[in-house]
């Protein structure tokens, strides 16, 4: 006597389909939370002492590599150039001469051509 249920070949295909997306799912959640978790920490304590110190250094690190510590009122106005005469370098704008005096030397790709 036969079984009552006898599953095709598209079923069969359908449930490792399935199968296959579930493992894949659950293998990319447990990748996420092996490399994201962070263990929980208690403040006044010293490990939340040295975290904060960390947080300390890398905002100072990002000011350095940022170049200034601080932002001026007048460069977050809105619409305000720096130097508005044209062709001039926002840096030394009241001065004369072209805003960028570096030349290369003669070679075969410039053909001598910025001189």
Same mark, same amino acid.
């Given at each position: ?10 079923? /069969?295909?359908?449930f490792f ?5 579930? /493992? +894949?799912? &659950?293998?990319? /959640? ?7 978790? +962070?263990?929980?920490?208690? %403040? ?24 200034t510590s ?5 460069? %977050? =106005? ?6 508005? =005469? ?12 072209? /805003? ?7 070679? &075969? ?6 001189n």
């Amino acid at each position: 006597m036969s079984s009552p249920f006898k599953p095709s070949f598209s079923s /069969a295909l359908i449930f490792f389909i399935v199968a296959l997306s579930a /493992a +894949v799912v &659950a293998e990319s /959640a447990y990748f996420r939370l092996k490399n994201n978790y +962070v263990l929980p920490i208690k %403040l006044g304590t010293p490990e939340a002492h040295e975290m904060g110190k960390i947080h300390e250094i890398t905002e100072r690190n990002r000011r350095v590599l940022a170049g200034t510590s601080h932002i001026s009122y007048d460069a %977050l =106005n809105a619409n305000k150039v720096p130097c508005g =005469n044209r062709g001039q370098s926002y840096y030394n704008c009241g001065a004369a001469g072209r /805003a960028n005096p570096y030349q290369r030397g003669c070679s &075969a790709v410039t053909r001598c051509a910025r001189n």
